[in-house]
């Protein structure tokens, strides 16, 4: 009992402490992408280096053509450890949920 108090006091403090950035995190904790063949591999590949709410949030501007400069972008200039043939499965999967833009 002591010990989940404390851990409440705990979580408090980071919480005050973490003033804006806690709001972020609790946002993106439930996020998740569409149901779809790929998924997990978009997820596992993508969330390497940042949030998964870069993918919905893009989608309006976004078609096949945008996603495909989009994964060759992560690989070349930020060195996303993507091969060629996940990059075509990733590719498949953003424009069958995340292609806004036809
Ligand atoms: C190796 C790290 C890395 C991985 C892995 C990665 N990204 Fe990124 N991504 C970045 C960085 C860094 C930025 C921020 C670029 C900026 O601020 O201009 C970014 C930005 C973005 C953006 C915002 C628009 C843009 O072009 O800057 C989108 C969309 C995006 N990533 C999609 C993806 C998708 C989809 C995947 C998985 C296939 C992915 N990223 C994997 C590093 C990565």
């Given at each position: 009992m002591r010990g989940a108090i404390a851990a409440v006091g705990l979580l408090i403090v980071v919480g005050l402490a973490g003033g804006a950035a806690r709001i972020v995190v609790a946002a993106e904790e439930p996020m998740t992408l569409a149901d779809g063949p790929g998924r997990d591999l978009t997820i596992g590949r993508c969330i390497i280096c940042h949030s998964l709410e870069y993918i919905p949030s893009n989608a309006p501007v976004m078609n096949r053509a945008g996603w495909q400069k989009t994964i060759q972008k992560m690989k070349d200039?930020?060195?996303?450890?993507?091969t060629d043939e996940e990059s075509k499965e990733i590719l498949d999967y953003l424009d069958a949920h995340y292609s806004g833009k036809v």
């Open positions: 200039r930020f060195g996303a450890p993507i």
